[in-house]
């Protein structure tokens, strides 16, 4: 598993969830436990997550708009 791309998988269903919480009707219980269980993967991969917030603030861009090219290359530039 790369730790990018999971990472960017699990930012994208928190991003979906949380838009879905701010709906009418909310979220489910399941939904709920499922957030909590993906902060907690998130967790797992500090490096691949503070390299897409920095894009995402460098960019002004929500997370859903990026893909793992667009971090794989960010994070690049970075670490030169």
């Given at each position: 598993?790369?730790?990018?791309?999971?990472?960017?998988?699990?930012?994208?269903r928190?991003?979906?969830?949380?838009?879905?919480?701010?709906?009418?009707?909310?979220?489910?219980?399941?939904?709920?436990?499922?957030?909590?269980a993906?902060?907690?993967?998130?967790?797992?991969?500090?490096?691949?997550?503070?390299?897409?917030?920095?894009?995402?603030?460098?960019?002004?861009?929500?997370?859903?708009?990026?893909?793992?090219?667009?971090?794989?290359?960010?994070d690049?530039?970075?670490?030169?």
């Open positions: 598993m790369d730790p990018v791309s999971e990472s960017l998988r699990l930012l994208k928190q991003a979906h969830i949380a838009h879905q919480r701010r709906q009418p009707g909310g979220i489910s219980i399941v939904d709920e436990r499922e957030l909590f993906i902060r907690a993967q998130l967790n797992e991969f500090p490096a691949a997550v503070s390299a897409i917030a920095q894009l995402v603030a460098a960019r002004g861009k929500p997370v859903d708009q990026l893909c793992v090219e667009d971090i794989e290359q960010w690049g530039r970075q670490a030169s």
